[in-house]
């Protein structure tokens, strides 16, 4: 028989599962309850077939090591950016790292990429780069904090990435956007275009991908939904 403190926990998690696919996600990771197996299912209504590299799990998410961790997800049709209306969600924490870190990657091949990804300064940043061409390059003004849980999400609206880290954000305007890279999806690692390897450093508890807009208030009730598994 479960006790008051499993039972609240359970009722919660329930709750939290449900409103979560209530949005209709195309790739659902919570990555708290992995117990280490290297490969798993998605728990969205797909089950996207994920292969785990290296990575450590705890009640809070996966560590990943900044070195050669990471996750990777096959190529799918949802993964097309090229409509110009999707998003990408996270729970991070951080470690101390001057490196870059990338949060999700997609790469064609040297010349066609995309990389979510956290500058050596703490910043958020996107790069898309088309044919050669970055048609989208640029960090917001917003930094993380180090070893710290923070929500954070990046959303296009056609001309538009809205930029969300808890309850900061930052609309940058932009007509360039991806064509639909014939990649796997990589969660915390990307080989960039000049071939460096860009890993992150630290723990990832949740990653979401919507292949439409997020307006602010869907981010904030995601937020509240989900912001007791990390706080």
Not at 14 to 32: G, V
Not at 45 to 66: F, I, M, P, V
Not at 69 to 77: F, L, R
Request: hydrophobic share 35%; proline share 3%.
């Amino acid at each position: 028989m479960l006790s008051t403190k499993e039972r609240v926990y359970a009722e919660r998690s329930r709750a939290t599962e449900r409103y979560i696919l209530s949005t209709m996600p195309a790739l659902y990771l919570p990555l708290d309850r992995l117990d280490g197996t290297t490969q798993f299912l998605s728990a969205d209504g797909y089950g996207h077939l994920c292969t785990a590299t290296g990575t450590e799990g705890s009640n809070q998410g996966k560590k990943l090591d900044g070195v050669d961790d990471k996750i990777t997800i096959p190529d799918h049709a949802f993964w097309n950016m090229a409509g110009g209306q999707w998003a990408m969600a996270a729970w991070l924490k951080p470690d101390d790292s001057a490196n870059e870190l990338t949060i999700i990657g997609q790469r064609e091949d040297a010349n066609n990429l995309m990389q979510w990804h956290i500058q050596a300064t703490g910043k958020l940043a996107l790069n898309i780069r088309n044919a050669g061409t970055y048609d989208v390059s640029f960090n917001t003004t917003m930094s993380l904090v180090r070893n710290h849980w923070q929500f954070l999400c990046i959303t296009e609206n056609g001309d538009s990435y809205d930029n969300h880290l808890d309850y900061q954000a930052e609309r940058v305007t932009d007509t360039g956007r991806a064509n639909n890279f014939a990649g796997v999806l990589s969660i915390g690692h990307l080989t960039d275009g000049g071939g460096a390897e860009d890993y992150y450093d630290g723990a990832m508890g949740l990653v979401l991908f919507y292949p439409r807009y997020l307006s602010p208030v869907d981010f904030y009730r995601l937020r509240e939904a989900t912001e007791w598994r990390f706080r």
